[in-house]
């Protein structure tokens, strides 16, 4: 089982940077694929990003792509997204999740999730 807590979120202006973290507890943290998911009121939750137990895969939904970086310390239990260039429409709750999957893109297959961390974007 494991335990997940973000942190980082905030009140930025449109343009600006914020990085997010995620404190894993708990045993095994390699052994899950870690995801980065957001969700705005009235929509859906979504995936943003995704890193693979060792962190040699990753993938950013087109959304973010060239913005965002996901990236993982496996000593540390630690996951974090890098958000740059922030803009209204990143605006949501970010949510941490692990699954047992070696790197998953698909919600169902998360196991694990955070309670989120806002973030809101000022134009």
């Known amino acids: 089982q494991v335990h997940l807590v973000e942190s980082g979120g905030g009140l930025v202006q449109a343009g600006d940077s914020l990085r997010l973290s995620c404190a894993a507890s708990?045993?095994?943290?390699?052994?899950?694929?870690m995801g980065w998911f957001r969700q705005a009121p009235g929509k859906d939750r979504e995936i943003v990003a995704a890193?693979?137990?060792?962190?040699?895969?990753?993938w950013h939904a087109d959304s973010v792509k060239g913005r965002f970086t996901i990236s993982r310390d496996n000593a540390m239990n630690m996951v974090t997204l890098q958000m740059n260039s922030v803009n209204p429409k990143d605006a949501a709750v970010y949510y941490c999740?692990?699954?047992?999957?070696?790197?998953?893109?698909?919600?169902?297959?998360?196991?694990?999730w955070g309670q989120g961390t806002q973030v809101t974007v000022s134009s």
């Open positions: 999740a692990a699954s047992r999957e070696v790197l998953s893109l698909h919600i169902h297959e998360y196991n694990y």
């Open positions: 708990g045993r095994a943290f390699s052994t899950y694929g």
């Open positions: 890193i693979s137990w060792t962190g040699g895969s990753t």
